[in-house]
């Protein structure tokens, strides 16, 4: 038997994106967003929105980064999002992240955090604050690579959100192969 919730935004894993950019002065600033995801092949889309200072400076600047959030930043990406940029402007140093800015977008990549997506700004709607980012590059860091170079998951230690019991979940454990696992049954 199942239980009803309702209307409710649950859908696993919800990412913990930090949303990175530069106000008109060149200053970072970063917010943490779940409501997001791939749209395309090429872009992403979140759903933030207009008062947050991050939504200002991208639409000032047409760029910025999103990261995963990790294991090891789970403070500071969460203070991320319960801190408002537009009342506390150092929050990334107070959340103790430093940022390099990003060769692909006029938008930081947080130092941190080892896997960042660098995007410029395709479309804002601020009514529903839906918005699409097309993809210019994603960066790892090295140490977060597999020895073949590709990314390695588990080494990134992502998080996601839990919106029914408003905790960060780590994500990492290979359960399974995408695209050849269903094979067996394909020769039944």
């Avoid at 588990?154 to 029914?164: L, S």
Wanted: net charge negative.
């Amino acid at each position: 038997m199942r239980k009803n919730f309702g209307p409710k935004s649950a859908v696993y894993p919800e990412p913990v994106f930090i949303i990175a950019t530069y106000d008109e002065n060149g200053h970072p600033d970063a917010m943490n967003a779940a409501w997001g995801g791939i749209n395309d092949t090429n872009e992403i889309g979140l759903c933030l929105s207009a008062e947050h200072k991050t939504v200002k400076n991208l639409l000032a600047t047409g760029a910025f980064t999103v990261s995963m959030g990790d294991v090891a930043h789970v403070v500071a990406c969460d203070y991320l999002g319960i801190t408002s940029g537009n009342d506390v402007p150092d929050k990334l140093k107070i959340a103790g992240l430093s940022v390099t800015k990003s060769d692909f977008v006029n938008a930081p990549l947080i130092n941190e955090l080892p896997m960042a997506v660098e995007c410029r700004l395709k479309s804002y709607d601020p009514e529903s604050g839906h918005l699409v980012g097309e993809i210019v590059n994603v960066s790892i860091e090295e140490s977060a690579l597999a020895p073949d170079g590709t990314a390695d998951v588990a080494k990134m230690a992502p998080i996601c959100y839990d919106p029914f019991h408003h905790a960060y979940l780590a994500l990492g454990e290979k359960v399974g192969n995408a695209f050849s696992d269903g094979q067996k049954l394909k020769k039944q």
